[in-house]
T-cell receptor, first 114, second 117 residues
Framework: KNQVEQSPQSLIILEGKNCTLQ??????????LRWYKQDTGRGPVSLTI?????NTKSNGRYTATLDADTKQSSLHITASQLSDSASYIC?????????????FGRGTQLTVWP | EADIYQTPRYLVIGTGKKITLECSQT?????MYWYQQDPGMELHLIHY???????EKGDLSSESTVSRIRTEHFPLTLESARPSHTSQYLC????????????????FGPGTRLLVL
């Protein structure tokens, strides 16, 4: 069964600290993996996208890694800010259809405290 | 910031009422989607469209219906709302990226939070 599991479910950190969010998936075949940020009451916004051949990609203070062999990805946030408080969603796409079906994780709810 | 809009943002309505959730995008994207998301849960695809006059049901069974008469507009309708329909509804559109066009990036609207009493 194609699944995307994220951990931890929730995380509280102090402003300025770093943190790492995890994503494990069983989706096959694999096309790409995205990390989205979803602010409360808003739609998700794409942070990074990685294909099979990419193992790291950065977007400002966000750095995503991908190990396609172990089917694991992580999102590292450096020097956290209050505005980083949001849900971070891992999304994996397969190649099984022209639509490129997406499998969503439940997200990690990150809270950054001052 | 993506040019995709949803109205209303919040809706509280009584059981049995007919509602239409609006979604429009100005990016000229052919593909559009509707997702349902409950608090703390993953997004579930309920409808999608490849283009004008194309509509398909998604992974999650839904009593809602959609239409795609114009490229930019993808409304979702519930003929008779029930408390079980209480949820957040997210609309998205996408365009192919990458050399093969396989890396579609979806752009999401702000969502409509629906509460059925």
């Amino acid at each position: 069964k194609n699944q995307v599991e994220q951990s931890p479910q929730s995380l509280i950190i102090l402003e300025g600290k770093n943190c790492t969010l995890q994503c494990n998936y069983t989706v096959s075949p694999f096309s790409n993996l995205r990390w989205y940020k979803q602010d409360t009451g808003r739609g998700p916004v794409s942070l990074t996208i990685m294909t099979f051949s990419e193992n790291t990609k950065s977007n400002g203070r966000y750095t995503a890694t991908l190990d396609a062999d172990t089917k694991q990805s992580s999102l590292h946030i450096t020097a956290s800010q209050l505005s980083d408080s949001a849900s971070y969603i891992c999304v994996v796409s397969d190649r099984g259809s022209t639509l490129g079906r997406l499998y969503f994780g439940r997200g990690t709810q990150l809270t950054v405290w001052p | 910031e993506a040019d995709i809009y949803q109205t209303p943002r919040y809706l509280v309505i009584g059981t049995g009422k007919k509602i239409t959730l609006e979604c429009s995008q100005t990016m000229g994207h052919d593909k559009m989607y509707w997702y349902q998301q409950d608090p703390g849960m993953e997004l579930h695809l309920i409808h999608y469209s490849y283009g004008v006059n194309s509509t398909e049901k998604g992974d999650l069974s839904s009593e809602s219906t959609v239409s795609r008469i114009r490229t930019e507009h993808f409304p979702l309708t519930l003929e008779s709302a029930r408390p079980s329909h209480t949820s957040q509804y997210l609309c998205a559109s996408s365009s192919p990226t990458g050399t093969s066009g396989a890396q579609e990036t979806q752009y999401f609207g702000p969502g409509t939070r629906l509460l059925v009493l």
